[in-house]
């Protein structure tokens, strides 16, 4: 650009010279470089920025837009077989159509400017996610899993006035990553190690780690690597013996056909509520959920808002609004529980939708339908020569860990193989669990038919055998 033909972009405020002129006077400027004369020298680059000529028509960016994206390879285009914390389930239309609508869909979050059913939606959210969990309260939804996971922690320290909290190493490490920073520095983190055969928490070593000093016990069930963990009254009874408090990580689509944490001792569960309802995204499309029973120690320390029903003044009338909001960082400040800012309010009216929409029956087919599916994936991805599956000897839901040790090829190299194929193969493992060699973690849901299965294991024995 230059003074006697300046470029006016129409994606850049206050390109128009006259504009710029007119905002420098205001501010006593001769120039733009008076403007920034507080920049130090030094700092300053003094040449042009390397890049390409600017786009400049709509319909020219549009065109190098999508160029990039069609470079990438998605689900729609590729039989896939990853999880590890974000699954393709699917989505029904209503979803879409109920979380697009105006009402709903504002600037910021899903929070509302007015209201137009926006609490009641999230109030009928967490009465059927309540529901679902066995439990009394249930937040509106925070930024993901990992937030809940590490928030359900810090309750849990603030509540028995205690630092230290046991984990399981089967633990996502992404997870457990997002927990030691959200924790750090008043909290320390231990973790308990897990039965090579069955994958199950070592009770043992559970028992000699856990102290007067313990906040709680932190678990997944269904884990990480995919089995359930069949222990766990033992483990939340370990916990109560010694004071402390059993918070249990769950994925809400299991809950059809698995137990409810509450119902083996958990005080707390928390999780993600990506499978209810919303589609695979890059940065997007997680959710995290907390729920506990209504007792006041519980729901004093929620940092996230909770709504509740209340009578009106008009006789036969209800309104939807916040509970004990003093409790939140919105009311006081940093005088709160904890500091929450913008939360995912939409996806938790979308999964309210997904949950009105199955109901009890079509949750517990839906769990059905997923361990059927991976139970046949695990069968038959064992046929093939030097290929292990499952790795564990426990009871899995939608994933488990397939080694391929036998086979003399790492999982990148199947991978490769795979994805040539149109097939994306399961997680690398390698890194995070070195311990169990060359393994990989597979996804099986409800979108995948026999079909698909079939034509993973072929592909298999063609790439390893």
Same mark, same amino acid.
């Given at each position: 650009?230059?003074?006697?033909?300046?470029?006016?972009?129409?994606?850049?405020?206050?390109?128009?010279?006259?504009?710029?002129?007119?905002?420098?006077?205001?501010?006593?400027?001769?120039?733009?470089?008076?403007?920034?004369?507080?920049?130090?020298?030094?700092?300053?680059?003094?040449?042009?920025?390397?890049?390409?000529?600017?786009?400049?028509?709509?319909?020219?960016?549009?065109?190098?837009?999508?160029?990039?994206?069609?470079?990438?390879?998605?689900?729609?285009?590729?039989?896939?077989?990853?999880?590890?914390?974000?699954?393709?389930?699917?989505?029904?239309?209503?979803?879409?159509?109920?979380?697009?609508?105006?009402?709903?869909?504002?600037?910021?979050?899903?929070?509302?400017?007015?209201?137009?059913?926006?609490?009641?939606?999230?109030?009928?959210?967490?009465?059927?996610?309540?529901?679902?969990?066995?439990?009394?309260?249930?937040?509106?939804?925070?930024?993901?899993?990992?937030?809940?996971?590490?928030?359900?922690?810090?309750?849990?320290?603030?509540?028995?006035?205690?630092?230290?909290?046991?984990?399981?190493?089967?633990?996502?490490?992404?997870?457990?990553?997002?927990?030691?920073?959200?924790?750090?520095?008043?909290?320390?983190?231990?973790?308990?190690?897990?039965?090579?055969?069955?994958?199950?928490?070592?009770?043992?070593?559970?028992? *000699?780690?856990?102290?007067?000093? $313990? @906040?709680?016990? %932190? #678990?997944?069930?269904?884990?990480?690597? =995919?089995?359930? !963990?069949?222990?766990?009254?033992?483990?939340?009874?370990?916990?109560?013996?010694?004071?402390?408090?059993?918070?249990?990580?769950?994925?809400?689509?299991?809950?059809?056909?698995?137990?409810?944490?509450?119902?083996?001792?958990?005080?707390?569960?928390?999780?993600?509520?990506?499978?209810?309802?919303?589609?695979?995204?890059?940065?997007?499309?997680?959710?995290?959920?907390?729920?506990?029973?209504?007792?006041?120690?519980?729901?004093?320390?929620?940092?996230?808002?909770?709504?509740?029903?209340?009578?009106?003044?008009?006789?036969?009338?209800?309104?939807?609004?916040?509970?004990?909001?003093?409790?939140?960082?919105?009311?006081?400040?940093?005088?709160?529980?904890?500091?929450?800012?913008?939360? *995912?309010?939409?996806?938790?009216? $979308? @999964?309210?939708? %997904? #949950?009105?929409?199955?109901?009890?029956? =079509?949750?517990? !087919?839906?769990?059905?339908?997923?361990?059927?599916?991976?139970?046949?994936?695990?069968?038959?991805?064992?046929?093939?020569?030097?290929?292990?599956?499952?790795?564990?000897?426990?009871?899995?839901?939608?994933?488990?860990?397939?080694?391929?040790?036998?086979?003399?090829?790492?999982?990148?190299?199947?991978?490769?193989?795979?994805?040539?194929?149109?097939?994306?193969?399961?997680?690398?493992?390698?890194?995070?669990?070195?311990?169990?060699?060359?393994?990989?973690?597979?996804?099986?849901?409800?979108?995948?038919?026999?079909?698909?299965?079939?034509?993973?294991?072929?592909?298999?024995?063609?790439?390893?055998?």
């Amino acid at each position: 650009m230059t003074e006697d033909r300046p470029i006016i972009h129409p994606y850049i405020p206050n390109s128009v010279s006259a504009v710029k002129k007119q905002m420098l006077k205001e501010v006593g400027a001769e120039s733009v470089e008076d403007f920034f004369e507080d920049v130090p020298e030094e700092l300053r680059l003094k040449k042009p920025l390397d890049l390409p000529p600017p786009f400049l028509s709509e319909h020219a960016l549009k065109r190098h837009v999508e160029g990039i994206v069609e470079k990438n390879k998605t689900c729609g285009q590729y039989l896939n077989f990853l999880g590890a914390g974000c699954y393709q389930h699917h989505v029904p239309a209503v979803c879409d159509e109920v979380n697009q609508r105006g009402e709903f869909l504002t600037a910021y979050a899903g929070e509302p400017y007015d209201d137009h059913g926006r609490f009641q939606a999230l109030f009928e959210y967490a009465s059927m996610m309540g529901e679902l969990l066995n439990m009394d309260v249930v937040n509106v939804p925070t930024y993901d899993g990992f937030q809940a996971a590490a928030t359900s922690i810090r309750m849990a320290s603030r509540i028995t006035g205690r630092r230290d909290v046991l984990i399981s190493r089967t633990i996502n490490p992404d997870k457990l990553s997002k927990i030691r920073d959200y924790c750090k520095p008043e909290l320390e983190i231990k973790l308990v190690g897990y039965d090579p055969e069955t994958g199950q928490l070592d009770l043992d070593h559970l028992k *000699a780690e856990i102290c007067a000093t $313990t @906040a709680a016990i %932190y #678990l997944d069930n269904p884990s990480y690597l =995919g089995f359930i !963990e069949t222990h766990g009254d033992q483990i939340s009874r370990t916990a109560h013996d010694h004071g402390a408090i059993c918070i249990v990580g769950a994925d809400p689509i299991s809950l059809g056909v698995l137990t409810p944490p509450a119902d083996y001792g958990a005080d707390i569960v928390c999780g993600d509520i990506q499978p209810l309802g919303m589609h695979m995204q890059f940065g997007g499309g997680q959710a995290g959920f907390i729920a506990t029973r209504d007792e006041e120690r519980y729901v004093m320390e929620y940092p996230s808002r909770l709504f509740g029903i209340a009578p009106t003044s008009v006789s036969g009338e209800y309104g939807f609004g916040d509970v004990a909001y003093e409790r939140t960082s919105f009311a006081v400040r940093e005088e709160g529980r904890e500091w929450v800012g913008t939360a *995912a309010a939409l996806w938790g009216i $979308t @999964a309210g939708v %997904y #949950l009105a929409l199955m109901g009890p029956q =079509g949750m517990a !087919e839906i769990g059905e339908g997923v361990m059927c599916r991976s139970r046949y994936a695990m069968m038959e991805m064992e046929k093939v020569k030097g290929v292990e599956a499952p790795v564990f000897q426990s009871p899995h839901f939608r994933e488990f860990v397939v080694n391929f040790d036998g086979t003399g090829k790492t999982v990148e190299e199947i991978n490769r193989a795979l994805s040539a194929r149109g097939i994306f193969g399961g997680k690398d493992l390698s890194e995070e669990f070195p311990e169990l060699g060359n393994s990989a973690l597979y996804c099986v849901t409800e979108v995948h038919t026999k079909g698909d299965i079939d034509r993973l294991v072929s592909a298999l024995r063609e790439v390893v055998e």
